[in-house]
């Protein structure tokens, strides 16, 4: 008996370590500064920072230039955390709310930048970023700013890069079918082409859209074409309005597009697998970041760059897109205040566009945060075919507004509350089975109403 | 929710038999406390905290509505958490199949490598490579180069020997989400069985399959009479211990479907995740994980004293 209750206990031990650090995780840390000639080196700021940053093309081409920043200030012992999406949002969002302090330096999105500030979690760089005249603050897009400040107005994140949604599509495909996609297109429009351009048995499939569960993977197209269909996630007594006629009408819509026009893989594909299939030639259009115009802009990296072709985000009763930036924070319970501000500067600084142009071209800047990288020659010249698009796009959105009818949240492609992430993988869950065929969309509409009911109740909105 | 980790060496002194513990006397029981303090300090103290959490209504990113609640979230889980009971479901089905078809698999592989031919260590080091590589490299290769309709291995294959237009072009992922989370589990557990029972096999004497080669016995009849029964005991460690593990199991399904489509592939440890730390729901999280380790300690009683039962009646056989 004793032997048997060793045994279970032994077992019991063994699975108690059910939440596995999901791996594939690369600690990197800057090399040490060599002694260059730069002209305004700071020695007067030291101190270790930890940076914990997502691993996006924009941040690995700093993580490049971290030896830039050592130049500058070689007292300041730089430390790049750098690891996949998923991954990162999940540690630093329990080291912020936890209060752990493993990081001096985050990235953090719009979700979070005004429900960490009210929480008293994060530190108010605005202040200080507008006093430096160097800096530019005035040069940031107001939207950018508006969408990263606390309730208070001041900026509590500095946008490091920033994207709203538009349509890619193959130029050479439209005009062998005739086609002519209009500068504004509608989401009907949208379905006609997918429709025409859809070849399943010669591997060409007429739209990517994002399927792969996730309140920021298929959350984010999704929410934007309920709210383009005049639809809403809640009302402003936080009742559900999934089920609403327009709502409903929009989910259908989405559903049925990727599942019969979508590429075969939609419930397992997000953004990097459908930038994948655009690339390999494999679908006709594109509804995604506008931050994936500059690479697919690059024929090095695209080889249907040259008949790639760039529109406006679809529109339907209203024109809905999203706005998102990957901003630096700062922890409140920094150490080294002094030295991860001169970071978050030196990282979100006209002077850094200009380096990452010089050292790595143009398809590397970090894009959609400053006026003044629209209006650079250089970038002007390497983005003819996309770059004042995306400037319109990302100048009209208004993160204050999402949907024709009030609704009490902030956020244009999410609700942003907090606990919305919850709901948001659920949601998306269900509604990958329906893409999967596996459930009607009518039945999975009712289940997610009820899911977001219970959700608003157990989360004290309703 | 509480983390502890701990090394698999603590599974076999705890599984080992204690004979003679006795002849140590006090000081061998003093030697031993240190460790057994690291041990119950790295586990059951998170182990208290955990149970302690759970009876909190707890948002990490909520910290203002923090608020005792009693036994509350035990009741929502065990009364109205659909995807709980789903989870449950699913968590069951992978193991149980993932174990059986795994052993089954391990079983051929051993025979296989058993016997001398040319090239066998390559082989054999091929058939246990699954085993080693990180289970999320492995999935991604899973997801990207085998099961992938479009890049994929498997459908490349299909659609090459099918005759005619070659319409079907199945989504594992998507279609049969459940029998792909299981292939992967099999291709990553099936070496394991196979290095327990090729070193089962490995312990047979040679004489005894000599002797029986000799009284006439076809190689079927050899398998069957000799290498099983002898077998039994490396096949309920390898069920044991893979049932251990394969219950844990989530780098699968964290890197292909999120849980998804539905809650098709959410097990009990990706709902803990998903609830925990993607929700930041900790006090939630934290009875899900409580009733995990009641429910995973009566199955493991059950199938321990199962075990027992066929090990028993194995050495009366034998």
Known sequence: MRRKALAVLAVLALLMPMFLAIGGMSAVRAQDASPGASPAVDTSISGELNVAMVANPQMVALQKLAPEFQKIYPNIKLNLLVLPENEVRDRIRTDVSTQAGQFDVVTIGMFEAADYAKQGWSLDVGTPL?????????????????????DDGKLYAAPFYGESSMVFYRK????????????????????????????????????????????????????????????????????????????????????????????????????????????????????????????????????????????????EEIGSGWLWA????????????????????????????????????????????????????????????????????????????????AVPYKGL???????????????????????????????????????ANSWAKDNGYQ | MAVAKEDIAGAHSGVAPVTHAHEYGSIGRWLVAPAL?????????????????????????????????????????????VVFRDALVN????????????????????????????????????????????????????KNMMMDPDFGVINWLIRAVQPGSGSWNPVWLAHYPRQSIVIMLVWRWAPFMMLILLAGMQSIDEEVREAARVDGASPVQEFIGITLPHLYRFMQLGALLGTVYIVQEVDQIFMTTQG???????????????????????????????????????????????????????????
């Open chain 2, 37 to 81: 303090i690291f041990a119950i300090v790295v586990t059951q103290v998170p182990f208290v905290y955990t149970l302690y959490y759970s009876t909190f209504r707890y948002n990490l990113l909520r910290p203002e509505r923090r608020k005792f609640v009693g036994l509350e979230n035990y009741r929502r889980i065990l009364t109205d958490d």
């Open chain 2, 260 to 318: 998804g489509p539905g809650t098709l592939t959410t097990n009990l440890p990706y709902y803990v995740y998903e609830t925990a730390i993607r929700g930041s729901q900790v006090g939630r999280g934290a009875a899900i994980g409580v009733v995990v380790v009641i429910l995973t300690i009566i199955a493991m009683t059950v199938l321990l004293r199962l075990l027992d039962r066929m090990l028993r009646s194995s050495y009366a056989g034998g």
């Open chain 1, 413 to 451: 492609q999410f609700v942003g509350v907090p606990e919305f992430v919850t709901l948001g993988d659920q949601v998306t869950k269900e509604l990958a089975n329906v893409i999967a065929g596996n459930e009607s969309s009518d039945d999975a509409i009712k289940k997610i109403d009820d899911m």
């Open chain 1, 172 to 315: 050479d495909l439209f005009q062998a079918a005739g086609l002519t996609m209009p500068d504004k297109p509608t989401w009907d429009d949208i379905q006609g082409f997918a429709q025409k351009l859809h070849k399943p048995d010669s591997g060409q499939y007429g739209i990517c859209l994002r399927g792969l569960p996730g309140w920021g993977e298929q959350g984010a197209p999704l929410t934007s074409v309920i709210n383009a269909f005049g639809g809403r996630w809640f009302d402003e007594n936080w009742k559900s309005q999934l089920a609403s006629d327009k709502s409903a009408k929009a989910i259908k819509f989405y559903t049925d597009l990727v599942k019969n026009y979508g590429e075969p893989s939609a419930t397992t594909s997000g953004f990097t697998e459908c930038e994948n299939l655009f690339i390999q030639g494999k679908v006709a259009m594109w509804y995604d970041a506008t931050s994936a115009a500059d690479l697919l802009a690059d024929p090095k990296q695209n080889p249907q760059a040259a008949n790639t072709g760039f529109a406006y985000q679809p529109t």
């Open chain 2, 91 to 142: 968590t069951f089905l992978f193991t149980f199949a993932a174990v059986i078809i795994s052993l089954l698999l391990g079983l051929f592989y051993a025979e296989l490598v058993n016997h001398r031919f040319p090239g066998r260590g390559i082989v054999r080091t091929m058939l246990i490579t699954p085993f080693l590589v990180m289970p999320v490299a492995g999935a991604l290769g899973w």
């Open chain 1, 130 to 150: 507008q006093a430096d005249p160097n800096y530019d603050y005035q040069d940031i897009f107001p939207a950018m700013v508006s969408a990263l400040s606390g």
């Open chain 1, 326 to 405: 990957w901003a630096f924070a700062i922890e409140a319970k920094t150490k080294h205040q002094d030295a991860a501000l001169a970071f978050v500067k030196w990282a979100t600084s006209k002077d850094y566009v200009n380096l990452v142009a010089n050292q790595l071209g143009w398809g590397s800047v970090p894009s959609g945060v400053r006026a003044s990288t629209y209006a650079d020659a250089g970038y002007k010249e390497y983005g003819k075919s996309f770059a004042d698009l995306v400037l319109s796009i990302i100048q009209a959105q208004d993160p204050t507004k999402c949907c024709v009818d």
